[in-house]
């Protein structure tokens, strides 16, 4: 009963925000939850996150599939003070999300805490659902440092 209760919250706090990614997947979870043989969420639990990196990387990459970013922007892009700072911190970025997994995975407890603060984030400050593996990054540096 407790996950319908969040779950509702959280499907609540996004209609609210008007953000329709939080929405229809706390909704949808609620659905996959009704399924009997528990089957289907038990996959999106172990699945999910990396189909969601999948999906959101394809949706970075399309821009090139589509010829909208050519090798010459890519070029210009490393004469520039700000496109060389791009690259560097995004790598500085997948390095994070690459520490945040492995924080995941390890303590999975932890991810209550990330969950309730990306949800503010998202609810009150237009934020977008991708924070919790780069929370989990951040806080997985610091947690290095608490040791």
């Not at 399309?62 to 210009?76: N, V």
């Not at 999975?108 to 977008?128: D, E, M, N, Q």
Request: charged share 5%; proline share 3%; no cysteine.
């Amino acid at each position: 009963m407790d996950a319908y209760i969040i779950l509702g919250a959280v499907a609540l706090l996004g209609f609210l925000s008007k953000n329709a990614t939080v929405w229809v997947a706390a909704v949808v979870l609620m659905i996959v939850k009704v399924v009997p043989s528990g089957s289907l969420l038990t996959w999106t639990n172990q699945y999910g996150l990396k189909i969601g990196i999948t999906v959101l990387t394809i949706g970075v990459l399309a821009p090139i599939a589509l010829g909208k970013i050519t090798l010459a922007d890519l070029w210009l892009t490393s004469q520039s003070m700000i496109g060389i700072f791009a690259v560097a911190v995004g790598i500085f970025v997948a390095y994070l999300g690459g520490r945040g997994t492995g924080l995941l995975t390890s303590e999975p407890h932890i991810v209550t805490g990330l969950l309730a603060g990306t949800i503010v984030g998202v609810a009150l400050f237009r934020g977008v659902p991708v924070g919790p593996l780069i929370a989990a990054g951040i806080l997985a540096l610091f947690a290095d440092w608490m040791k």
